[in-house]
């Protein structure tokens, strides 16, 4: 396994978008695994309820199509079904992506569909949990989620789950004034209502 590099608060390196979003609660450490400069460019993040719609899962393939056509960077913790489901897609492409565990990378196994982007610079691993958090629990997963989010300058919830934990993410995320949207159905209007936008084409 690759050496660990650790992004230390307020030091070079570290992500200002990070404690502007995170304020007191932005981790002291930041662990990466991979290449560095990936998280230089403009970032999407995506996230989805772990039940989802069949036609949103369809649409949400489809948009990771688009994203890989495009190239375009993709950070996300990659827990649910759908989630996985995109960078499944996204791993056919040549676009780099962001892979947030919610746990530390110490001892992580890099999973072989994994290996060959890694090696060519493609993935980089990003974690906020140092080695004692040795597995994902509630609680670390919603940390990562707003560590993932502090990161993205776009961020895109393809379905949340009225009054789940998903829908409760949106709500802050608005309230903190990030850039949020959604994909077209009627499955989403309870969405919409909080404040957030449709994806356009």
Do not use: W
Not at 31 to 50: E, H, K, M, P, V
Not at 76 to 95: A, C, N, R, W
Not at 103 to 122: A, D
């Amino acid at each position: 396994m690759d050496k660990i590099t650790i992004l230390h608060k307020g030091k070079t390196g570290y992500p200002e978008k990070v404690e502007r979003y995170m304020l007191k609660n932005a981790p002291e450490k930041i662990y990466t695994l991979g290449n560095l400069d990936i998280l230089n460019n403009n970032l999407t993040a995506i996230f989805c309820s772990l039940k989802c719609p069949g036609n949103i899962i369809l649409q949400t393939c489809d948009m990771a199509q688009k994203f890989k056509k495009e190239g375009i960077t993709v950070i996300g913790g990659f827990h649910s079904s759908v989630e996985k489901e995109v960078l499944t897609i996204l791993l056919q492409g040549i676009q780099p992506i962001i892979i947030c565990p919610a746990r530390s990378l110490e001892g992580m196994r890099i999973k072989p569909e994994y290996k060959e982007p890694f090696q060519k610079g493609r993935i980089i691993f990003l974690s906020p949990f140092d080695k004692t958090q040795k597995r994902a629990t509630t609680e670390t997963a919603l940390y990562r989620n707003h560590l993932v989010a502090s990161l993205a300058d776009r961020i895109i919830i393809t379905f949340a789950e009225p009054d789940g934990k998903t829908e409760q993410l949106c709500k802050e995320l608005i309230i903190r004034g990030k850039n949020v949207y959604t994909l077209k159905s009627e499955k989403n209007h309870n969405l919409i209502k909080i404040g957030l936008k449709y994806l356009s084409d």
